[in-house]
């Protein structure tokens, strides 16, 4: 009956750590996802925002490999190989909590950082920034920061580019939607761009802050199944 309690928490954490494998792989599809979804616009946005997805990749592979070690400890009974498997799960606990952390921080100062950014781009308005512009107001169907406005205040042309225009309303021949006063408003995009973007890396934001924290907590019940077993296998063989 003593063996009895060991060998069942050695095929519990063997079962965990193929769901554990199993979550790896989660973490690393999200993370894939939102930095595809957060590259597409890094014209306007800065390095570090891509950093907690990348991070979650880079944790996603890591996974596999902890919990590759935490089966083949859990199978040959080995304490030194379960105490290590434990002190990696609390590493990547660490790095998965600072993870969701620093998405939280990164969407708050985004917001003012993402404003003169735009800002700034309209007021350029070279060959880069009229691409990153078109790719960012047909997707997210916007046009300026804030309004277009911005781009007859602050363009360095004082129009409207061809991707502000809906797409029923531009003009096979020109390539643009006819720019009258009293059609403009029928004919262009009016909501900010601004907005859009921060709508869509909030969204990410929260992708992160769930799969980065949310597993991490999961992992707590590995680390004491890790050590419980780690513990009675000494135990056993004293």
Known sequence: MRSCGPSLIKYVLF??????ALSGLGILIAGAIVLADVNEFNHFVEGRVLAP??????????????ASLG?????????????????????????ELAVGIAASVFKSDLEGMLENSLMESIKRSNSEDSIAWDNV????MCCGVDSPADWRAHSLNKTLPSSCCQPQFIDAAVGHCFDSPALGKDKFFQPGC???LKERIGKNAVILIGVGIGIAFIQILGIVLAC?????????AN
């Open 194 to 196: 601004v907005e859009k």
């Open 15 to 20: 079962a965990f750590n193929v769901l554990f």
């Open 53 to 66: 997805p990348i991070v979650l990749i880079v944790t996603g592979l890591i996974i596999f490999l902890i």
């Open 137 to 140: 107001q047909r997707k997210l």
């Open 228 to 236: 419980y077993l780690a513990t009675a296998i000494r135990r056993q």
């Open 71 to 95: 089966c083949f400890g859990a199978i040959k009974e080995s304490p030194t190989l379960l105490l290590t498997y434990a002190v990696l799960l609390a590493m990547i606990f660490i790095i």
